[in-house]
């Protein structure tokens, strides 16, 4: 009987109140929303940023490549939003495609007349330096933009190997 009477007088406070209600839906709101943009793509800023750090990182990759193997290496830009490691085959004298094409997210590409600089101007030499091929220049050498950003990164090339990614 005394059990009876304790849930009888305090059966009110076997469900939520609406604040507390609210304040879980709040807390899962934000989390849903740090999740979106973590987790579903990019924002076009950092789309921007990743494109240039993976430029970045096939420039170092050919150099690493070139004084390993012995051979020219390059990266070969066959549009302003794709591009291809290559090396030169002695055997054949061509250019032979490493991996696959990488291409870059929608709406991120190269400005014109960085696309019309780099081409497949910029050759990695077996003693770890850059070449120029056609009258390119490493300054920069590249520049990434996105449609919609105001973000511009550019990577900087000079011959002696040094590679370098500013912000325009």
Do not use: C
């Not at 190269?110 to 009258?135: C, I, K, M, V």
């Amino acid at each position: 009987m005394l059990f009876f009477k304790y849930r009888q007088k305090h059966n009110f406070h076997d469900a939520f109140s609406l604040v507390e209600v609210l304040i879980s839906l709040v807390i899962i709101g934000i989390l849903a929303a740090v999740y979106v943009g973590v987790f579903t793509g990019l924002s076009g800023d950092d789309k921007v940023d990743r494109i240039a750090q993976l430029i970045f990182n096939d420039l170092v990759n050919i150099r690493t490549k070139s004084l390993s193997y012995s051979k020219d290496y390059r990266i070969n830009f066959v549009s302003d939003d794709s591009w291809t490691v290559e090396y030169y085959d002695d055997d054949t004298t061509s250019w032979v495609q490493e991996g696959e094409t990488r291409l870059m997210d929608t709406e991120t590409y190269l400005t014109s007349s960085s696309y019309a600089n780099a081409g497949s101007n910029l050759q990695s030499t077996p003693r770890g330096l850059f070449e120029f091929q056609s009258g390119a220049s490493g300054n920069p050498y590249v520049t990434v933009t996105r449609d919609g950003s105001n973000k511009v990164k550019s990577l900087y090339v000079a011959v002696g190997g040094s590679i370098t990614i500013r912000s325009e």
